[in-house]
């Protein structure tokens, strides 16, 4: 008697514990179990993680706005690049297309500098991408790129 009901409690206070967890996300917005590592959103596109990109956009953060990132990038490093600086350095257009579909603008003054980082960066679909948007510069010496 005594041992099936140790059997039988075990899995219902685990049941109980996970559900407290998900009460607790959907209130405060982050589980008591496995709660996530808070990360930027360049953080994010340099792990490639798209959720995560996407529910931090459609949360209020600003996909042009400047952002720290730490060892993603740039190995043991901080740097702070926008979101589709990021998308580039990961080489992965699907990212600068995800960034670019949730509100990151590419536009006449930027679009120079990511060329030139997409071309520094061996970034040949972003490169081919932004290509056929805008004029190449005639040089990238002198600008400012992320590294």
Known sequence: MLLSLALVSAPVLVIAGLSAS???????????VWAAEPVTLTEAIGMHDSGE????????????A???????????????VTPLEAAVAT???YLFDLVV???GLV??????TLQC???QERATDIAEYLAKRFAQPDSCDGRKLPW
């Open 53 to 64: 990109v996407v529910r931090q956009i459609s949360l209020g953060v600003n996909p042009n």
């Open 101 to 103: 579909a949730h509100g």
């Open 91 to 93: 080489r992965e257009l």
């Open 117 to 119: 980082f997409a071309a």
């Open 22 to 32: 998900g009460i607790v996300a959907l209130v405060q917005g982050q589980p008591l």
């Open 107 to 112: 536009t006449p003054e930027n679009a120079p």
């Open 66 to 80: 400047r952002y720290d990132t730490w060892d993603v990038l740039k190995r043991y490093q901080h740097v702070s």
